[in-house]
């Protein structure tokens, strides 16, 4: 009985590191995530220009956080096609 035991355990602990592994993945590619990274991309870059003393510091900012956006956004599109590709060639 105390190897059913430690199996149930072993079986507890893998289901509860996936509910994990689950929650990191759900966290990596949600909108939320991403929001908030193109806004502390903005206030990095516009602060940095705005300290070097370029012109309309906060205007310039927002051409990095727009490419990184779309960096994130047409990311899992490339994503997929990159794994068609793959399959292809190992099929």
Not at 63 to 82: E, G
């Amino acid at each position: 009985m105390a190897s059913l035991r430690k199996l149930e355990e072993r079986i507890a602990h893998i289901e509860e590191r996936n509910r994990k592994v689950e929650s990191d993945k759900a966290w990596e590619t949600s909108y939320s995530r991403r929001a908030l990274l193109v806004l502390f991309t903005y206030v990095a870059v516009g602060a940095y220009l705005h300290a070097i003393g370029v012109r309309d510091a906060w205007l310039h900012a927002i051409v990095p956080a727009f490419a990184f956006m779309l960096s994130t956004l047409t990311l899992p599109f490339f994503k997929r096609v990159w794994k068609r590709n793959r399959q292809r060639a190992q099929n």
